[in-house]
C-alpha cells in the first residue's frame, strides 16, 4: 500500500509538471512573419528595384534587387532602422490616400513615369498600395514623396 502512494503521489507531481510546462509553452508567442515590398520601376530604361525587409521570430534583414542584376545586396542599416521603417511601410500601406475617381476630362497624361507600389504581407494577409500618375491631390503627392524617401534611405544602404 505504501509503494501504491508513492507511486500515485510521483505521477501526480509528474501530471502537475507537465501541465505547468504546457501552459509556458503555450504563452510563448513567436513574433509573426512580417514582409514589406517595395517596388519602384517604369521609364524609358525599364530598370525596376525592389527592396524586401523582412522580421522572423525579431529579427530584421533587408536586400535590394535590380531587375539588370543577378545578384541581390543587403542593406546595411542598424537593426532600429529597418524595424522603424517597416512599421512605416505597414502603416502607410494601411491608410493610403484617397484617389479621386477619373472623370478622363482633360486629365494629364504621364510620359517618362516610374512608379512605386509598397506591400505588406502579414501570413496571409497581403495589403498594397499602388502609386498613381500623374498624382491629382496634394495628399497623394505628400504621401508618395513620403514613400519615395524611405526607399532612398533603403537603396542607399545596399552594398
Keep these: 500500500m505504501a509503494v501504491t502512494g508513492i507511486v500515485a503521489r510521483r505521477i501526480s507531481s509528474l501530471l502537475v509538471g507537465l501541465a505547468v510546462l504546457s501552459c509556458a509553452l503555450a504563452s510563448v508567442r513567436t513574433a509573426p512573419e512580417v514582409e514589406a515590398i517595395l517596388n519602384r520601376g517604369g521609364g524609358l530604361s ?15 534583414a533587408a536586400t535590394s534587387q535590380l531587375s539588370n542584376e ?17 512599421v512605416v ?7 493610403p490616400p484617397h484617389v479621386p475617381a477619373d472623370t478622363g476630362f482633360l486629365r494629364p497624361r504621364c510620359g517618362d513615369a516610374i512608379l512605386t507600389r509598397i506591400e505588406v504581407k502579414r501570413g496571409s494577409s497581403t495589403r498594397a498600395a499602388q502609386e498613381e500618375c500623374p498624382h491629382r491631390t496634394p495628399a ?4 508618395w514623396q ?6 532612398q534611405l533603403l537603396a542607399s544602404a545596399a552594398r
Design 140 to 143: 497623394s503627392e505628400a504621401y
Design 89 to 95: 511601410i505597414d502603416s502607410l500601406v494601411g491608410a
Design 46 to 60: 525599364g530598370v525596376s528595384e525592389t527592396i524586401i525587409i523582412s522580421s522572423t521570430s525579431g529579427e530584421t
Design 70 to 86: 543577378n545578384r541581390s545586396r543587403t542593406i546595411r542599416l542598424p537593426r532600429k532602422t529597418l524595424d522603424s521603417s517597416l
Design 146 to 151: 513620403r514613400v519615395d524617401s524611405l526607399f
